[in-house]
């Protein structure tokens, strides 16, 4: 156990009808070793010790690759520190005595489930409406070097993939616009020769799901790139805008 | 909310909004241009020259109206933009720390873009109303000929229109230094070796573009035009 004392002022939401408000929860005994999930649990425990209702929070994997963890941490998504998840931030970034700000992402796409836990099956809509390629995979493999991909087109699908859809984008970006998560889906295909006979397609009804679940527009403002914690570039979504650009005028 | 036609999707809407915006920026350009001419300081003979061909040539008055309606639809798409972003973060954080992750100028495009609203009326009250609508004087001994140096001498002999110019021009340089590059991201154009081209570009055009026009009322109001 460790010896930071620190004042966090958590989003706390019965449901997802309930107004909401930030509530001061004081919490000693953090190790600076600690991730920021790791100090949630300790809050939790003191909390469920008293009896009362534990925050809940997102997370899953806690190495940074499942995209579960979320929170706005002092007004940043994923908290200060640049290319981390919250389970990757550690209480080292804060000092004795800070206060911390906790807020859910703020998205009218994410609904609040309850406290910081918010509902991102928008962006699962968004990958089921064209986010995969219709080739059956099962059972026929293809030796991979069958089709030559440039290197160059390998490494840019490679860091689009790497996307791991936890909405930071949608959170930090002052319009609500989910470009850079939808971007780095259609980049990810559109760049390799087995995505490229749906490119089409899969622009225009991606960017049409995108829409309908009331995301904001893309201004190029630039903070997702900023805050992404997989460091998805805007070369993305500018290959998104062609894609589509290119749809829109072809399509019959 | 449907989103189709004219403004259909987020994209759609931004295509329209990179190409009314670059097409206002050609604008610039020539109203700019046009407006030097005062400092050739003879007294306004060549700028009045110039205003006359604005004025009567046919294809430019043609274009006049292509103007307004880019202008019109750059508006009323911001609008449609800025309505929709605002939808869709309807709780605010109750701490944002914007300058982690981004410039001032970059996400106030739609306040920026009102204030070089609420000054384009002023500018157009003070000469497009009069040179086009309600008359303007001639010059002595050229009939036909409007003085509209004469109406720039006496709108900048005055502090607070000069001082509200210059403010418009404050605005504008903001809003371009954004909107300029922002405008080739939205139509896909962004490229390793291009981008810092354009970015470069763009600062300098918003640089000289705001300053030339903000010396124009300046220099009148100081006398440094003769």
Redesign the interface.
């Given at each position: 156990m460790g010896n930071m004392k620190l004042n966090l002022?958590i989003?706390r939401q019965a449901g997802p009808n309930d107004k909401?408000q930030?509530k001061d929860y004081p919490v000693s005994n953090v190790s600076e070793d600690m991730s920021f999930l790791e100090m949630l649990d300790v809050l939790n425990d003191d909390i469920v010790r008293k009896g009362e209702d534990p925050i809940a929070f997102d997370h899953d994997c806690r190495e940074g690759i499942c995209g579960s963890c979320s929170l706005?941490i002092?007004?940043?998504a994923h908290g200060?520190g640049k290319g981390i998840t919250t389970c990757q931030l550690h209480m080292r970034r804060f000092k004795d005595g800070d206060t911390i700000?906790v807020?859910p992402w703020?998205?009218?796409?994410f609904p609040v489930i309850k406290d910081l836990a918010t509902n991102r099956g928008a962006f699962d809509r968004i990958q089921a409406a064209g986010g995969f390629v219709s080739v059956n995979t099962s059972g026929n493999l293809v030796d991979g070097n069958a089709v030559p991909i440039p290197k160059d087109d390998a490494d840019k699908a490679f860091d689009a993939a790497t996307c791991i859809g936890c909405g930071a984008c949608v959170a930090?970006c002052?319009?609500?616009?989910a470009?850079l998560f939808t971007a780095a889906k259609v980049s990810q295909l559109s760049l390799l020769p087995q995505g490229k006979p749906e490119r089409k397609r899969r622009a225009l009804a991606m960017?049409?799901q995108?829409?309908?679940e009331?995301?904001?527009?893309?201004?190029?403002?630039?903070?997702c790139e900023?805050?992404c914690p997989k460091n998805i570039s805007?070369?993305h979504?500018?290959?998104?805008?062609?894609?589509?650009?290119a749809a829109?005028v072809t399509k019959e | 909310?449907a989103?189709t036609g004219l403004f259909g999707?987020?994209?759609?809407?931004?295509?329209w909004m990179a190409l009314t915006g670059l097409f206002l920026i050609s604008f610039l350009v020539v109203h700019a241009t046009v407006n030097a001419m005062i400092f050739f300081n003879d007294g306004g003979v060549t700028f009045n020259e110039a205003a006359h061909f604005m004025g009567t040539n046919p294809l430019i008055r043609a274009m006049e109206f292509v103007l307004f309606a880019g202008l019109i639809l750059h508006i009323v798409d911001g609008l449609i933009?800025w309505s929709?972003?605002r939808?869709?973060?309807?709780?605010?954080?109750?701490?944002?720390?914007?300058s982690?992750?981004?410039?001032w100028y970059?996400?106030s495009?739609g306040i920026l873009g009102t204030l070089l609203l609420l000054f384009l009326m002023l500018h157009l009250w003070h000469f497009w109303v009069k040179s086009r609508i309600t008359g303007l004087r001639e010059i002595e001994g050229m009939p036909g000929h409007d003085n509209l140096y004469i109406e720039m001498v006496e709108v900048f002999a005055h502090p607070v229109p000069v001082v509200l110019y210059v403010l418009g021009c404050f605005s504008l340089f903001w809003h371009l230094l954004?909107g300029f590059?922002?405008a080739f991201?939205?139509?896909?154009?962004?490229h390793k070796r291009y981008t810092p081209i354009i970015k470069m570009v763009g600062a300098g055009f918003s640089i000289v573009i705001s300053a030339l026009f903000a010396s124009m009322p300046v220099s009148m109001y100081l006398g440094w035009i003769k």
């Open positions: 002022k989003w909401g930030m706005f002092n007004g940043e200060p700000h807020e703020r998205s009218a796409a930090s002052p319009n609500g616009s470009m960017v049409e995108m829409d309908k009331g995301f904001g527009n893309c201004s190029a403002i630039g903070a900023v805050e805007l070369e979504i500018a290959r998104l805008n062609r894609e589509y650009l829109t | 909310m989103r999707s987020s994209l759609v809407k931004k295509y933009l929709q972003n939808a869709a973060r309807p709780v605010k954080y109750a701490m944002e720390k914007g982690a992750n981004r410039s970059s996400a495009m954004h590059q922002s991201q939205s139509v896909g154009i962004n």
